[in-house]
């Protein structure tokens, strides 16, 4: 079975210091991550993901996350925090060798709070 | 392009009745999927439907269901409803259903509440 684990529920940055939201999972097969963020009283926007290839993936509105297979890790970074980062946001796995459906199994979320 | 859309917004309901979402995936886009988002959770995948099949179900009581529509829309039925169902009810569209690769993009939900 596959999962997700966001060991933090609220991270609190101040505006223009770098941030970090941690990510770890575990699959069965070959992993395929995805971070998504969460406006309230909107659904799910997606920021990028990571299928194979370079360890670093860049993605939307300047976020980038890095994959590390040894720790089984995927955070979620930005070098400089903006007010308007400020989000719900969650971390999800899909199981590589799981063919056939595309089913996504999300973390429970970390809340970033940008303090300016 | 408009993107997934979702009907009703919001739902009120009382236990034991019976509720009806609706999905309409982005243009072009022939997979969706369905979750549950319960306060304070990330989201619960329900069902996911390509060229009008199941391709997975969650683990979810029968009193769930769902169908795909030859236009690629879908429908989420709940029965017998009762207190815990109370959630957001997210659609997700992507552009085949077999692809791994795919990022799912998701609708505004509809946020169901029962009484």
């Known amino acids: 079975a596959q999962s997700v684990a966001q060991p933090e529920d609220q991270v609190n940055v101040a505006e223009g210091n770098p941030l970090t939201v941690k990510c770890t999972y575990s699959v069965s097969g070959n992993p395929y991550l995805f971070w998504y963020v969460q406006y309230p009283n909107r659904g799910l926007q997606f920021l990028l993901k990571y299928i194979t290839g370079d360890n670093l993936v860049k993605g939307s509105y300047g976020f980038e996350a890095e994959f590390n297979k040894s720790q089984t890790s995927f955070h979620l970074k930005k070098p400089s925090a903006l007010v308007s980062d400020s989000a719900l946001y969650f971390c999800a796995v899909r199981d590589g060798g799981a063919f056939g459906n595309e089913k996504l199994t999300f973390g429970t979320g970390t809340r970033l709070t940008i303090i300016p | 392009d408009a993107g997934v859309t979702q009907s009703p917004t919001h739902l009120i309901k009382t236990r034991g009745q019976q509720v009806t979402l609706r999905c309409s995936p982005i243009?072009?886009?022939?997979?969706v999927s369905w979750y549950q988002q319960v306060l304070g959770q990330g989201p619960q995948f329900i069902f996911q439907y390509y060229e009008k099949e199941e391709r997975g179900r969650g683990n979810f009581p029968d009193r769930f269901s769902a169908r795909q529509f030859p236009n690629y829309s879908s429908e989420l039925n709940v029965n017998a409803l009762l207190l815990g169902d109370s959630a957001l009810y997210l659609c997700?569209?992507?552009?085949?259903?077999?692809?791994?690769?795919?990022?799912?993009?998701f609708g505004p939900g509809t946020r169901l509440t029962v009484l």
């Open positions: 997700a569209s992507s552009l085949t259903g077999l692809n791994l690769y795919n990022e799912q993009f």
């Open positions: 243009s072009g886009h022939k997979s």
